[in-house]
């Protein structure tokens, strides 16, 4: 079973920054895509960024040039650098991992339990 951390969030004033890391522990072959999500109150959950193991990214059109997607694939991790935050990007961060783990070979899609974002002053 893969297990997600996640860290990183808090509360933040307007225009401020923050960045969320996500490490990904346990018996991993590979890993493809990586990704983070986010559910505001009374909110489906929603895409904010994904990146396959290539590199390539994905993003929210509403978050492009304000949010950064990042891998580090020697440390299984996965990173939200997050600019210019608005009151709106408050939510509670959830990250997503797809890939090959063990012990025996099996394709997993784990998620992370969630880390809060407040953006406020």
């Known amino acids: 079973q893969v297990q997600l951390a996640e860290s990183g969030g808090g509360l933040v004033q307007p225009g401020g920054s923050l960045r969320l890391s996500c490490a990904a522990s346990g018996i991993i072959f590979s890993i493809t895509n990586m990704g983070w999500y986010r559910q505001a109150p009374g909110k489906e959950r929603e895409l904010v960024a994904t990146i396959a193991a290539g590199g390539a990214t994905n993003y929210a059109d509403s978050l492009k040039g304000r949010f950064t997607i990042s891998r580090d694939n020697a440390k299984n991790t996965v990173y939200l650098q997050m600019e210019s935050l608005k009151p709106d990007d408050t939510a509670v961060y959830y990250c997503?991992?797809?890939?090959?783990?063990?012990?025996?070979?099996?394709?997993?899609?784990?998620w992370g339990q969630g880390t809060q974002v407040t953006v406020s002053s």
């Open positions: 997503n991992v797809r890939g090959r783990g063990g012990p025996f070979p099996r394709v997993f899609d784990s």
